[in-house]
């Protein structure tokens, strides 16, 4: 079976919307070759096709059907100069002729997509899932919702303690409160997907944080940069365990959402928290260096 020739080698006066697809089979006798099935677009009944009939095929009886198909239909068919070394043919394709082939392979086609791919019956089911999107995948999504809701929480109580009046830390507490941000955001994102995919979002209980996070040896600025570094670290492992569930599912949808969506920005994220945490060891714990810190996460533009 041959694929047809692209909407340009068409006669430019039939317009491309105009087109749907039919089939019709070239006898063995035509063509002087293996009998072939030629795929291409048909306008049916169309006037403004019927317009840009060739003068050639003008006097036809009940011809209705138009097809564009490659060079080896029989030459008694063409009605268009070469192009790229392919030929757009229009063909007239007669309703009444018993003595050719007509097949039938998009009928085949949709009675073997509505057995394979039935629609739900039923109005509690979703009728966008795919068999790829299995119940595996939709409980590991909702588990992953629940993980960023979780961070996304640790990271608000983080924010309020920074905020204290007497710890204030403002660039700390924006820093860290934006974070909460993005990880409700992720979490918003896999809801959305989910729902996108004819998934049930279930949410699950949040535990919760500490509200102290001052260490007598590493001071508060490093304890909470290195507890954010170990949740960013801990959120990439479960985006990867989440993408092997895809991967065992044949999912290829759901891989690339999560490398183009997730994946990406979180290894980022470890990069940014690993180099704060690299800055606060140098200085310490003293109160002067930690000022000229948060300064500059209250001064920074990203």
């Known amino acids: 079976t041959r694929s047809l020739i692209s909407g340009d080698s068409l006669?430019?006066?039939?317009?491309?919307?105009?087109?749907?697809?039919?089939?019709?089979?070239?006898?063995?006798?035509?063509?002087?070759?293996?009998?072939?099935?030629?795929?291409?677009f048909a306008a049916f009944t169309c006037p403004a096709a019927a317009a840009?009939?060739?003068?050639?095929?003008?006097?036809?009886?009940?011809?209705?059907?138009?097809?564009?198909?490659?060079?080896?239909?029989?030459?008694?068919?063409?009605?268009?100069?070469?192009?790229?070394?392919?030929?757009?043919?229009?063909?007239?394709?007669?309703?009444?002729?018993?003595?050719?082939?007509?097949?039938?392979?998009?009928?085949?086609?949709?009675?073997?997509?509505?057995?394979?791919h039935?629609?739900?019956?039923?109005?509690?089911?979703?009728?966008?899932?795919?068999?790829?999107?299995?119940a595996s995948c939709e409980a590991a999504l909702n588990e992953q919702i629940n993980i960023e809701y979780n961070v996304s929480y640790i990271y608000h109580a983080m924010y309020a303690y920074f905020?204290?009046?007497?710890?204030?830390?403002?660039?700390?507490?924006?820093?860290?409160?934006?974070?909460?941000?993005?990880?409700?955001?992720?979490?918003?994102?896999?809801?959305?997907?989910?729902?996108t995919r004819g998934g049930r979002v279930e949410l699950q209980g949040i535990m919760p944080p500490q509200v102290d996070f001052d260490h007598p040896e590493k001071g508060d600025a490093l304890y909470a940069f290195e507890l954010s570094l170990s949740l960013e670290k801990l959120n990439n492992d479960r985006l990867i365990a989440l993408h092997r569930v895809a991967e065992e599912a044949c999912d290829t949808a759901m891989m690339d959402f999560i490398e183009g969506e997730l994946?990406?920005?979180?290894?980022?994220?470890?990069?940014?928290?690993?180099?704060y945490v690299a800055q606060l060891r140098r200085m310490g714990n003293k109160g002067d260096a930690v000022w000229h810190f948060d300064q500059m996460m209250l001064n920074r533009e990203h």
């Open 52 to 116: 840009a009939r060739p003068a050639s095929a003008s006097k036809a009886c009940n011809r209705k059907i138009w097809c564009a198909s490659a060079k080896n239909v029989p030459s008694s068919s063409k009605a268009t100069g070469r192009k790229n070394n392919k030929t757009a043919v229009v063909a007239a394709v007669s309703q009444d002729s018993s003595s050719t082939s007509i097949t039938k392979p998009f009928e085949a086609m949709v009675e073997f997509a509505a057995t394979q």
């Open 263 to 275: 994946l990406k920005d979180q290894v980022l994220s470890i990069q940014h928290v690993s180099e």
């Open 163 to 195: 905020s204290r009046d007497n710890v204030y830390l403002p660039g700390l507490a924006k820093h860290f409160h934006d974070e909460s941000l993005e990880e409700r955001g992720h979490a918003e994102l896999l809801m959305n997907y989910m729902v």
């Open 11 to 40: 006669p430019p006066a039939i317009p491309t919307h105009a087109f749907v697809p039919c089939s019709r089979t070239v006898s063995r006798e035509e063509n002087q070759q293996p009998t072939m099935s030629v795929v291409s």
């Open 118 to 134: 039935p629609v739900a019956s039923n109005r509690s089911d979703s009728f966008a899932r795919t068999r790829h999107f299995t």
